[in-house]
Each structure stands twice: as C-alpha cells, then as structure tokens.
DNA sequence: CTATTTTATGTCAACGTTTACCGATTCTCG
DNA sequence: CGAGAATCGGTAAACGTTGACATAAAATAG
C-alpha cells in the first residue's frame, strides 16, 4: 500500500477512526483487489486468542458428529471463529491426555460432547488454564461450565411409554455404552414408564450395546433368541435400532408385525431404515448451535460463563413405521 | 522459569542443542508441571506457517464427511497440524467467494473434496496467493496441484457389468448431482458396461437426483411407476440406493426378488440398510489419508507440489445382498 | 599450563499487527 | 479572525517466540 503506513491500513480495515473518508476508500479497494487478508496469528498474538474453537467428539455415529458439526458451524458462519475438530476415543480411561491435546492447540474454548463432557479430571485441566467450554448434553456436574442439555429420562420414559401403550409387555432392551452417562439417564426413564405401567423390567432382556451397528446386531440376535421371543425392542440409539431390524429380517421377521423396534437421536439412519424408525428427536443440532453461541458470547465478554448457564432443550417423540401393537 | 531465559526454555523444549542436560530436564519437568505449551500464535508469526489444514466439502452424506475428516486426521495424528472444517454449499455457483473464506482462515494448506476440487477459478486463487491444496477425486484439470483419485469410470463399469451379468436388461439409472464431476465419470463407466454387453441404455430410465435421500426418493418412484418396470436400479451413491430400497417395499415389491438396487461408496448406510446393499468401495478414507500426508509432505518441504502428485486408489465392487438375477 | 575448540547461556532483533500516545491539520463557533 | 475542538496521520512499544550472533565457561589438545 504505498504512501501509507501498515497503522493506517489497520485502521481503514477495522473501521476504526482517525481515518479519512478518502483513504478508508483506497485502502479497501486496494486490499480487495490484492485479496489482502491481515495475518491472523500477528492479530492472534496481540489480542491474545486464536479466534479457534475447538469440538471434541468419541466414535459416535456419523450423522451424530455432522450434526453437531453443522449446528456449531451455523453459529459460527460469521466466518470470525474457526471449527477445529479433534476426536478422541476413550476418554474415560486417559482424559488428562485429552486434556493436553486440547490446551496444545492453542484453542480459545471448546465444545465437549459425551463422554468428555462428563470427565470431571478433564474439565479441572481446562478450568485450570482457564479455557472455556461449553458441554453438550453432559450428566453430571451440571453446574460446571456453559451445560446444553435434554431430559434424557423423559425422552426415554417416552418411547418406553410409547411401546407399553401400544401393548407391548416382552420387551427387549438394548442399551448403549455404559461409559456414556446418555446411556443411564434414557435406561432411568425406561424404568419408571415400566413403573407408570405396573410392568417389571426384566433383566433377561436387557442387553450391553456400545451404539454401534455391528455390537448393536450381536445385540439384537441375542434377544430374538430367546424364547419367548420379545415382542418389541428399545434401541438406545437409531443405528442399533437399524442392526435390530437387519437381526429380525434375517430370522425371517417381519417389522413391524413380529417385532415393533424403537431407536432413539432421530439420526439420519432412522429416515433411511425401512421400515422408518420410531424414535426421538434429540435435538442436536440445535444443542450444538446453542453451546457454541453461548460459548462465543463468554469468549466475547457479552456473558459470563458462571451463573444461570444451563439451558434444556425440548426433545420429541416421532412415532413412524417401525412400532406397532403386538401381533397376538 | 526461574533464572532461565525464553531463549533457554525454547531450546529446551524443541530439542535444540546448546543446552545442558540438567537445564534441559528441569525446564521440562516444569512445563510438564504447570501444563505449559509455547504460545502457537507466536510461533506462527515467526514461522510463517498456521499449522492449520483446511477441509472443504459440500453437503454430502454424514458417512462420507466423516471418513473424510477421519482420513485426514489419521495423517494429522501427531497434532502438529490441526484440522479446521469449512462446509460450503453452491461452490459452482460461487467460486471466488469460498476462495476468500479459504483464504482468510489462515491456512497452511487446504484440502479440497468434490465438486470444490473441480472449480478452476477456485484453484487460480489459491495458486496465486500460494495455497497448497490437496484435491480428492477430482475429474478435470489433473495436472494441476496434489491430485488422488480413484478410477470413477471403471467402478460405475464394474457396478453396472455386475447387474448385467445377472441378466438385468431393464435397468434404471438414477444420477447424482450433475455438478459433480463424479455423476459424469460413473455414467461413463455404466455406458461401457452397457455398450460392452451389447445392451443399450434407455433414456428414459435415467434419472437426475443429487446424491440426497429424499430426491433420490422421488427418482426411484419415478422409475417404478413406468411399465414394463425396471428389474434393477444402479444409483449412484448409496443414500439414493436406499432410498429406491424403500421406494420398492412402499409399492410392495421385495428386494432383490422384484427389483435389485446398487449403490456406490460404500458409505454406511450401505450396511445399515436391509438387504445390504451392493455398492462399490469407494476408499474415501485412505484418499483423504493420502492427500494429507502428501499435503503436508509439500508443506514440510519434503516433497515438491509440482511433479507426479498424482495417485489412483483402488476401487471394488462389493457383491451384498441387494442384488440378485430378475425374477422372470 | 596455555591455546584452541566445544558447549552453554544470554542479548538483540524480527515476525505483522494493534494499542497508546503525540503532533499537525482542519473545522467550528464566538 | 482566533481559540478550542475534532479529525487525521504517524511513531513507539508490545504480544511470545525463535534465528542470528556474542560472550562466557568448560573441555580438549599441544
């Protein structure tokens, strides 16, 4: 830019005063012909953040991490913040480790889905170097932190409600990752429709998944093996829900007339199931837009992280083709 | 640090030598202690370089983006880079103006997933502001940047001879978005197939849809509602294959005894659905591997962007369940 | 035991911005 | 027309790290 110094050009781009209408003008137009962009680690580095946020997920099911995604990115579409995305599995067994890859790339707050939401040694780490998070739908310690949640027992006392209702009583259960607190909180809400009911749980029928199709099938065909035969089946999300419909066609099992199956998240695989499934719409991405919007107004000092931080969101039973009264 | 310089800490910690043994133990015992990580804005600015990888895509399946992301990261492991994810829709429509959010994200390289990778003005921009950039499957231009591909035309030769060879001759088609290279390149392959059987393609049982469930749908339900209906349709990604699946079962026809579907990728769906579907491996995940390890090689200067950057990976065809010879 | 090399540690400047401050010019109003 | 205010442009310093260079201390050679 010639004839003017880099504080001018600063100035011109950023608005600021003390710049006059006519040099404002050439700057601008200068720096959009030469697609001229200020260094973003010389501004990182005075105003002391890197305008990244990071969001840490586990082996969850690709429709759940597109959502979470997407949701985030729609906060963020201002183009100001960047998405940095950094999966990790196991995080139960090593989150200081976690702990450190998030304080090392340099973020200036983070989105924890589960189970990293719910690692109280994780959060201590960040709080202790005071990066900001934001926790999605975590089950414990809800008073730590930006916490975006559902009522995940009473998203699951629905669609129990919903299979006891239509008559069912042998009804099989698939739950998912125990190190998932999700996973208590919807088995907690089966628990009390079967009390609503006056029908007991029985233990037979209840099976460890992990949320995967593949752990979810093994599941399923465990269930359909025993006689008698469960007349419904309440996956803990879609995509074991989906293996419990693949295990029932290949006994030979109509769905729903033999065997009514309900997932849970509203995941993509719910629509794409034949038959679609019944399910409950867990509001991800809206969760994810929430926690990040509130997360950028903590980073921009528009609120403050502590306080009245927690937020529910509502969750919805979708009943479609895949549930049914029993067949006797 | 007490008593020791910046200067000393940095040597110590990036292994540089001119330090002593004991100086460089202690400072590294206490920055494991305090959970301390050299500012990365800082040295960014000193280097030159953000350490971040771009990912673009456009709207494609949960499955497809994940194995992306999942590819990319495999390379990254070692967190020296970080992965920083940019949707973006309507790219054809649009070029400069992803150019600009490329380039105003601060990033070391980007990689580049269809139809981005197909935008020439898009690569124009890049190159003259000196953005390294990986393309993944691109179809035109090959020459140009770090290129990994796949032999398109030869899967959809391969997907579409499988269905000929069971004695299909009534076969409709149901297209992916036509702004995506790729739609072309797999019908190219379904008119070698054709024409090496002998068998012509009737146009009218070509239909466009654009990769999505729901559109791929209403395709499938316009193909059978022609008569004589088609025995087999080839989508060409898997989200339209199980949407012909349901479109099937919802006018009461089984597959593969009625109609036959495949479908292309390999993606998830193709497993969750029910009968599995046959499709084809689209290996997406070791593409994206493979275009980050070189995007970086070139970026570490251990190997030049120019030259032989060009790598086909290979495909195949995955014989499931959702195909099988046409009934009558 | 001195001369020379090797090793260890420290100082300065630079990366590209922005904040804080200062002087110069132009404008406003009495 | 002159005093004060508002506006415009510029300079110095700082952000936290590292490369280049200088100096001091220790090791080695003659």
Not at 98 to 116: H, K, S, T
Not at 187 to 215: H, K, N, Q, S, W
């Amino acid at each position: 830019m010639a004839g003017v110094t880099p504080k001018t050009v600063s100035r011109a781009l950023n608005d600021a005063p003390h710049v006059s209408k006519a040099v404002r003008q050439k700057v601008k137009e200068a720096a959009a012909e030469l697609d001229y962009h200020p260094n973003l680690a010389a501004q990182s580095l005075i105003a002391r953040r890197s305008y990244l946020i990071g969001l840490t997920y586990e082996r969850p099911s690709p429709s759940y991490v597109v959502d979470l995604q997407n949701g985030a990115l729609g906060r963020l579409e201002d183009g100001r913040y960047r998405l940095v995305v950094l999966p990790f599995n196991h995080v139960a067994s090593r989150p200081e480790e976690l702990g450190r890859l998030l304080l090392r790339a340099g973020l200036d707050g983070i989105l924890l889905a589960p189970p990293a939401c719910d690692q109280p040694a994780l959060l201590d780490m960040l709080e202790r170097h005071n990066l900001p998070y934001g926790r999605i739908t975590p089950h414990s310690e809800l008073d730590r932190g930006i916490v975006v949640t559902m009522d995940e027992a009473a998203a699951g006392q629905d669609v129990a409600a919903h299979l006891l209702s239509l008559g069912h009583r042998r009804i099989g259960i698939i739950l998912g990752d125990p190190s998932h607190a999700a996973s208590l909180g919807r088995m907690e809400g089966y628990r009390r429709a079967f009390g609503d009911a006056g029908a007991p749980i029985d233990e037979r029928l209840v099976v460890t998944g992990d949320f995967t199709y593949d752990v979810g099938y093994r599941a399923a065909r465990e269930l359909l093996a025993q006689s008698p035969r469960p007349t419904a089946i309440l996956a803990q999300n879609d995509d074991m829900a989906a293996a419990a419909i693949a295990a029932a066609r290949d006994l030979g099992l109509a769905v729903p007339g033999d065997l009514s199956v309900a997932g849970f998240d509203n995941s993509e695989v719910s629509r794409t199931a034949w038959p679609q499934l019944t399910t409950v719409n867990q509001p991800v991405r809206q969760m994810a837009w929430d926690a990040a919007d509130r997360l950028i107004a903590a980073l921009d000092g528009k609120s403050d992280v502590s306080g009245s931080q927690r937020r529910d969101h509502a969750h919805e039973l979708l009943v479609r083709a895949s549930t049914a009264p029993p067949a006797n």
